[in-house]
Nanobody, 126 residues
């Protein structure tokens, strides 16, 4: 059974930084495609960043230049480094992973994932 466990959320002032981690277990090999999503109550879930096993990445426009997604395949762990945080970044952040292999371009356009973590809250407020 695949499990994804997020950590690293918390409260921070505007302009601050946080680093989220997503530890995956139960895989025989690393997932080919993983992503970070976020959701605010009453709004649709938004894909923040996605990363393919090749290292290719994509970001939603509002976080480009501020957030960096990365992964350590040997540790089956994905990260989201969030810098210059703004109050609009406040949300529950979820990691997601795919159970089957996909190519880079399919991964970068993907919105539907098989496995989800329980979420970690990020609050940006002065």
């Amino acid at each position: 059974q695949v499990q994804l466990v997020e950590s690293g959320g918390g409260s921070v002032q505007p302009g601050g930084s946080l680093r989220l981690s997503c530890a995956a277990s139960g895989y025989t090999d690393s997932s080919s495609c993983m992503a970070w999503f976020r959701q605010v109550p009453g709004k649709e879930r938004e894909r923040v960043a996605v990363i393919h096993s090749s290292g290719a990445t994509d970001y939603t426009d509002s976080v480009k230049g501020r957030f960096t997604i990365s992964r350590d395949n040997a540790k089956n762990t994905m990260y989201l480094q969030m810098n210059s945080l703004k109050p609009v970044d406040t949300a529950m952040y979820y990691c997601a992973a795919l159970s089957y292999g996909v190519g880079m371009w399919s991964c970068l356009g993907l919105r539907d994932f098989d496995y989800w973590g329980q979420g970690t809250q990020v609050t940006v407020s002065s």
